[in-house]
């Protein structure tokens, strides 16, 4: 196989962007590592051979600029788009203020839509691929994730209407639904409870992250190897579940059974002793 020229959003240290930079790499492959800092990309991904990139996916210029890089090197080229910046929210919807929602949109969802429409040139002369990193979350909508969980839906229905619309054109879109890897992007979140909410007597176990504990963490090597593997085929899927819990999460939207764990969360969550404290 040739090798391909990838450009990764997000590939901060301990993160998913990071391994999978260094698996395409360890491959051959060239690689553009990039982060909204040149002090926030894995030091480890220059010793390897990756070339790095600035590109905050929220600042206009700064894509700009690094499309231009890109563009300059390869020819106006670009064989692999990986959209993988992302930031996790988890606090309850109710303590969600609209700001913070707004910010993991703004990275979640619409840093994708500007990332991909300035490189799309590069994508169609190499007739490309673009991966938007989706999420099980969009299937299981665990609770303290909603402001995160409706950013991953967002990037999946757009993927879906980007894979229609650029098939003519020969350029491939998947959405990579990615479920529970060993990755910064939950040890970077530091929940605080408003000492007002609703759930304050969950605080302990919403701020200390316990909703994390029951699901099955892939290590985030072992997750890159296997996407490096499917992207790298000559025919990808629209949509590739990876990742822990994966399983269970195409078995639930195959069937249209999202609901079905609806009472375990709940429960598993402590959220059925508000309700009961509420009715004594």
């Given at each position: ?6 450009v ?24 553009y ?60 919807f ?138 790298l ?14 399983t ?23 959220l ?9």
């Amino acid at each position: 196989m040739a090798p391909k020229t990838i450009v990764i959003t997000g590939c901060s240290p301990g993160g998913i962007g990071s391994a999978l930079a260094r698996e395409f790499r360890m491959r051959g492959h060239t690689v553009y590592a990039s982060g909204r800092s040149p002090n926030g990309i894995d030091p480890a991904l220059v010793t390897l051979g990756c070339r790095t990139l600035t590109l905050d996916v929220t600042v206009a210029q700064s894509i700009a600029d690094a499309q231009a890089t890109v563009a300059a090197a390869t020819g106006g080229r670009l064989d692999v788009l990986i959209n993988n910046a992302g930031v996790l929210s988890a606090l309850p919807f109710a303590d969600t203020p609209v700001d913070e929602a707004r910010r993991v949109f703004e990275v979640n969802v619409l840093g994708v839509w500007a990332v991909t429409r300035a490189f799309l040139p590069l994508l169609l002369a190499a007739r490309g691929i673009v991966a938007n990193m989706g999420s099980v979350n969009d299937v299981f909508c665990p609770p303290f994730m909603a402001a995160y969980s409706a950013s991953k839906a967002a990037v999946e229905a757009m993927g879906r209407c980007m894979r229609k619309e650029l098939a003519p054109l020969r350029v491939r879109v998947v959405t990579l639904k990615t479920g529970s890897v060993r990755s910064s992007l939950f040890t970077n979140a530091s929940p605080t409870l408003p000492e007002d909410s609703l759930y304050a007597p969950l605080k302990a176990w919403i701020e200390g992250q316990g909703y994390l504990g029951p699901a099955r963490f892939q290590n985030a090597d072992d997750y890159a190897r296997q996407i490096v593997n499917d992207l790298l085929k000559d025919k990808v899927r629209a949509v590739v579940w990876r990742g822990g819990l994966t399983t269970v999460g195409w078995f639930l939207s195959w069937f249209g059974w999202e609901t079905m764990l609806d009472g375990q969360m709940i429960k598993g969550n402590g959220l059925h002793k508000l309700r009961l404290a509420d009715s004594a």
